[in-house]
């Protein structure tokens, strides 16, 4: 248990790896170096869960811009890095870490020593980062739960792991595998009616289903625009604890102008009855608008026709 220990804190390092990186970690490329350098705003945590050869170290290889490997190679124990992401309409810095989830690593035996046949001492064995031995949930923001669509025993895992996630962090299931639809043995409307399903509290956070293929990298780009629902989350949070009670954002989301407004809103670059991009500036709980908002309606902004956030003019 000790050893697992330095390894995360990085006071012991595994043969052959640089001595100022710990166990477990890449090390971060200069651009990231540079872009860190200027201070950090945020920090995001997402983790890739799954069963064994569903692809979660392939898509934390691809979140890198690293090239797709065919060969297939067991991940012992967790994994972590830091990936570029940004969200569109800020300049904040969002420091983003992907963590290539192990649900049970493998021990490896320490000592090379030559071992006498009566020695009484057995040979120590260094405990792997795990999920039994570590919470990944723990400050997370994100989830992607993978499965493989062409095999059933990888999606139970998704039916017996997805309810344990915390209600109030977003999940993306990704159907993986997409390149082997001939193959398919999980349907899309599967999925979502197994989602659809969940007995979930009210107030819980958004779950979302997606299939992706790493060979040929379908499915990053909406992963990417998924990853705007945990740091929108992140963001409420953060100006919640900064202000006191109250956060203002700054969304720029396509909204639909219902007829009746009036043209307070030609201020945000929209037109009555029209849908369009503008930016829209919302307390929350309650929109700011210009001075003297006339009609009283429901204001929804979505990511993709999945609403984000709901709120009344007063």
Known sequence: MFSALKKLVGSEQAPGRDKNIPAGLQSMNQALQRRFAKGVQYNMKIVIRGDRNTGKTALWHRLQG???VEEYIPTQEIQVTSIHWSYKTTDDIVKVEVWDVVDKGKCK??????KMENDPQEAESDMALDAEFLDVYKSCNGVVMMFDITKQWTFNYILRELPKVPTHVPVCVLGNYRDMGEHRVILPDDVRDFIDNLDRPPGSSY???AESSMKNSFGLKYLHKFFN?????????VR???GGGCAVLLVSEEVRMPAGWDCCWGRFGGKEGSSQTCAVLALLGRPVLPAEPSPRHWVGYSLEGSPLLSCSIP
């Open 240 to 242: 919640l604890t900064q």
């Open 229 to 237: 629902i945990p740091f929108l989350q992140l963001q409420k949070d």
């Open 66 to 68: 690293r090239p797709f």
């Open 207 to 209: 779950f979302r289903y």
């Open 109 to 114: 035996k320490r000592g090379d020593g030559l």
